[in-house]
């Protein structure tokens, strides 16, 4: 599935079962809680965090992609929302990234 493709998919699933967007705000707060889920798996599997019950570590590979495709999805709403291409962001954030940090990351010795 390419980017375009996840922005009419998600806004056809909007349209059909999700009835309508929540409006912008609230679509923010709902990513900044999903980010945050993510977040809490992530410092559990790669952090210091250890898992309130051992079973949960079983099936966190499974929960963090599941919290990731949370994140993906609200991003894509906003983006629908207000009107962002995506793909169009992303070719320019990576060209702007690119002349940016050309020589940058090579030369930080910390990254050897």
């Known amino acids: 599935m390419t ?9 056809q699933w909007i349209q059909t ?10 679509n923010t707060a709902v990513l900044m809680e999903e980010v945050g889920e993510m977040a809490r798996l992530l410092a559990r599997i790669y952090g210091e965090q250890s898992f309130k019950k051992p079973e949960e570590a079983a099936n966190a590979p499974a929960q963090l992609a599941d919290e990731m495709a949370d994140v993906l999805f609200v991003l894509i709403c906003l983006a629908n929302q207000t009107g962002v291409d995506l793909t169009e962001a992303l070719k320019k954030n990576l060209d702007k990234k ?15």
């Open 98 to 112: 690119t002349l940016r940090d050309a020589d940058r990351h090579r030369n930080n010795e910390k990254l050897k």
């Open 3 to 11: 980017i375009r493709e996840a922005q009419d998919t998600v806004d």
């Open 17 to 26: 079962i999700g009835i309508r967007y929540y409006n912008e705000l609230t």
